[in-house]
């Protein structure tokens, strides 16, 4: 349910009706907006009479949130989420392109593809050091190490990291890392992701193979309902019947995202298509619907890669869609961060 305020109201009164909302035992969600005041209640309503609000005089009116998802709904938060990465913005107009290899595998390799990404104007570096793979016997990720090549990387250029977390003992490790990615796998991890509710880290939060919108949306409201609203959640195709792509991007998953939620919408073009002649029609297309951002799979070496080879641009092809996409982003009215 939320309560959107009259034009200006006392702070006194305000607080008071919090104070109500809160013995009520439920949270409160305050967010100022451009023309009005919401006050967004969380937990359970339904036993709630809404029209009982309008006995105060600050609410305006009263509209109940009938999606499960409260926190992560436009509704309650009508202005885009505008998440700030070490003074780089996702979200809200920006257009925010996060770049490297599918896996960390070397200093050398970490080092050549960051200074590549970064002179090619990617604003995030990533880089997987837990990898989810498919075989028990394929390259699992440096781990650790991993991410303390990640971390020299940024060191070197400035790059904030975004790496994926598989599990949540393995938290400690992620203290300095800017970005915590949860993949496709993990995407209905609910343990993982109730505890990253409680960090402080934004989250990269990927659709599931086969999981609905909704279903994304309440994930990202698992981590929101512990108190963590930076969110950004990413399409990166799901699976379908289609053999020619590695999964079918789901576009659409844009526009009815960015109508459902004020968060920040990415698409990742490489794990959708699973093919890295695609990773440039698939970005145009990210786009041209509306995304606040593109996460793009690049390799120092893409046919040695230890992981994800095929969808991996290299550094050239990579420096060349960076130019389109530049173009492409200004002639939509956003800026690239
Ligand atoms: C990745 O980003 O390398 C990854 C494993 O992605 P996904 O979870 O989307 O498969
Ligand atoms: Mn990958």
Excluded at 84 to 96: A, M, N, S, V
Excluded at 227 to 235: D, P, Q, T
Excluded at 254 to 272: G, N
Aim: aromatic share 4%; with cysteine; hydrophobic share 40%.
């Amino acid at each position: 349910m939320v309560l959107i305020l009259k034009n200006n109201p006392e702070v006194k009164k305000v607080d008071e009706l919090l104070e109500k909302i809160t013995e009520m035992g439920l949270k409160t969600q305050v967010v100022g907006g451009a023309s009005h005041t919401i006050i967004g209640l969380i937990g359970d309503t339904s036993h709630l009479i809404p029209e009982d609000f309008l006995h105060y005089d600050i609410v305006d009116t009263v509209q109940r949130i009938s999606e499960s998802y409260k926190a992560a709904n436009r509704k309650m938060h009508p202005d885009d989420t505008i998440i700030d990465i070490g003074g780089r913005k996702i979200g809200g107009g920006t257009f925010t392109v996060i770049a490297g290899p599918c896996s960390v595998e070397s200093e050398e390799q970490m080092k050549e593809v960051a200074a590549d990404v970064k002179a090619s104007g990617a604003s995030l570096l990533r880089g997987g050091a837990f990898k989810p793979r498919t075989s028990p016997y394929a390259f699992q990720g440096l781990h650790g190490e991993g991410i303390r090549l990640l971390l020299e990387a940024k060191k070197v250029t400035g790059l904030p990291i975004v790496t994926e977390i598989m599990d949540i003992n393995t938290l400690d490790l992620f203290a300095d890392v800017d970005v915590i990615q949860v993949g496709a796998r993990n995407m209905q991890n609910f343990e993982l992701l109730k505890a990253l509710g409680h960090s402080d880290k934004p989250i990269f939060l990927k659709r599931g193979l086969a999981n609905t919108m909704d279903e994304l949306l309440m994930s990202a409201e698992y981590i929101m309902s512990g108190g963590n609203n930076n969110i950004v959640l990413c399409e990166r195709g799901i699976r379908t019947f289609e053999t020619k792509t590695r999964n079918t991007l789901d576009i659409s998953a844009v526009p009815i995202l960015k109508k459902l939620t004020h968060l920040p919408v990415f698409i990742d073009p490489s794990h959708a298509a699973g093919i890295s002649w695609m990773v440039e029609p698939i970005s145009k297309a990210a786009i041209a619907i509306g995304a606040d951002g593109l996460m793009i799979e690049v390799h120092n070496n893409p046919k040695k890669a230890l992981c994800d080879g095929a969808q991996s641009l290299n550094p050239e092809q990579f420096d060349t869609l960076m130019k389109d996409i530049k173009r492409r982003v200004e002639f939509e009215g956003k800026t690239l961060a």
